[in-house]
């Protein structure tokens, strides 16, 4: 399935809705209407200077280049990085306008790993997601993330909610097939386009590059991006690598491990033994409990 077609996961990453559908029905604040004497008001929209942002990496390009790169973003992503031992300490740090966002890892001579906080302004994810694909040139990129259950539209009650996924269109035949445990991310949802999630991904497909996004199960529906980027920030950033308050099973920690490391026997073998040791879901439970679908809407 195309992302972007009409009903595709990121159909607003292309066409977005009119701006009436999001703020007004009336015509006349459109500038479109007409008044008692016949006259059409061209209304002045508000004019706004495109922001523009520096973005530092700080990191050697030659080793970097041409690796597998997996993005690991908020709470999935820091619980990702801590099985990997990729902790904000000894991290190559990523910076906008000299305020860290995120954190650069070589996990192995074929992979690295970035985590990006999820606290991020719609002004510097694209930018920040250019730097990072034009900078790393990777051989194909893997995204984890998380979705909120209590907002997935599904057409099966599911007690235990599943990974979910996308793909871009240029992933090849040969990649190793996902589980049949991880389902699609499937209409008539759509993926937040204000994520560094998405504008990875979308990028990804515009210059072909084999990618593949994994969801996580989220029970809470995260807050909203802030509107600019401040010093509060990198206090989120370390809320979220030091402090993640979600808890997955093993299981499903495993399975992410098998995806994204699972041609890298070693270090699976390592993630996967720090999911033994890490506290995980389990005395308590994970589910999500509502009265309709995957703690959400059910069709």
């Given at each position: 399935?195309?992302?972007?077609?009409?009903?595709?996961?990121?159909?607003?990453?292309?066409?977005?809705?009119?701006?009436?559908?999001?703020?007004?029905?009336?015509?006349?604040?459109?500038?479109g209407?007409?008044?008692?004497?016949?006259?059409?008001?061209?209304?002045?929209?508000?004019?706004?200077?495109?922001?523009?942002?520096?973005i530092?990496?700080?990191?050697?390009?030659?080793?970097?280049?041409?690796?597998?790169?997996?993005?690991?973003?908020?709470?999935?992503?820091?619980?990702?990085?801590?099985?990997?031992?990729?902790?904000?300490?000894?991290a190559?740090?990523?910076?906008?306008?000299?305020?860290?966002?995120?954190?650069?890892?070589?996990?192995?001579?074929?992979?690295?790993?970035?985590?990006?906080?999820?606290?991020?302004?719609?002004?510097?994810?694209h930018?920040?997601?250019?730097?990072?694909?034009?900078?790393?040139?990777?051989?194909?990129?893997?995204?984890?993330?998380?979705?909120?259950?209590?907002?997935?539209?599904?057409?099966?009650?599911?007690?235990?909610?599943?990974?979910r996924?996308?793909?871009?269109?240029?992933?090849?035949?040969?990649?190793?097939?996902?589980?049949?445990?991880?389902?699609?991310?499937?209409?008539?949802?759509?993926?937040?386009?204000?994520?560094?999630?998405?504008?990875?991904?979308?990028?990804?497909?515009?210059?072909q590059?084999?990618?593949?996004?994994?969801?996580?199960?989220?029970?809470?529906?995260?807050?909203?991006?802030?509107?600019?980027?401040?010093?509060?920030?990198?206090?989120?950033?370390?809320?979220?690598?030091?402090?993640?308050?979600?808890?997955?099973?093993?299981d499903?920690?495993?399975?992410?491990?098998?995806?994204?490391?699972?041609?890298?026997?070693a270090?699976?073998?390592?993630?996967?033994?720090?999911?033994?040791?890490?506290?995980?879901?389990?005395?308590?439970?994970?589910?999500?409990?509502?009265?309709?679908?995957?703690?959400?809407?059910?069709?």
């Open positions: 399935m195309d992302l972007f077609q009409a009903g595709g996961p990121l159909q607003d990453a292309v066409n977005p809705p009119a701006r009436y559908t999001l703020e007004s029905d009336s015509e006349d604040e459109l500038g209407g007409e008044y008692e004497d016949g006259k059409h008001v061209q209304s002045k929209g508000a004019t706004t200077t495109a922001q523009t942002h520096q530092s990496l700080n990191l050697d390009q030659s080793e970097a280049k041409g690796k597998h790169l997996i993005v690991g973003v908020g709470e999935a992503g820091a619980r990702f990085g801590s099985i990997t031992g990729s902790g904000i300490n000894n190559t740090a990523i910076q906008v306008d000299n305020i860290p966002v995120g954190t650069y890892h070589s996990l192995s001579g074929n992979t690295a790993f970035a985590f990006i906080s999820s606290s991020l302004p719609a002004t510097v994810l930018p920040l997601s250019e730097e990072l694909l034009k900078t790393i040139q990777p051989q194909k990129l893997a995204i984890l993330d998380i979705y909120p259950t209590a907002q997935y539209i599904s057409q099966t009650r599911q007690l235990d909610p599943p990974i996924f996308l793909r871009t269109s240029s992933s090849s035949p040969n990649d190793a097939p996902l589980s049949s445990l991880i389902q699609h991310f499937g209409s008539p949802n759509l993926l937040s386009t204000q994520t560094i999630s998405s504008s990875l991904i979308v990028l990804a497909q515009q210059k590059l084999p990618a593949t996004l994994l969801l996580l199960p989220y029970p809470r529906v995260p807050p909203l991006p802030p509107r600019t980027l401040s010093t509060s920030t990198s206090h989120k950033l370390e809320d979220e690598v030091l402090g993640y308050s979600h808890e997955w099973t093993r499903i920690l495993q399975l992410v491990n098998k995806t994204l490391l699972g041609s890298e026997p270090l699976l073998e390592k993630a996967n033994k720090m999911s033994a040791e890490l506290p995980v879901a389990g005395a308590k439970s994970h589910r999500v409990r509502g009265d309709i679908g995957e703690g959400g809407m059910y069709i």
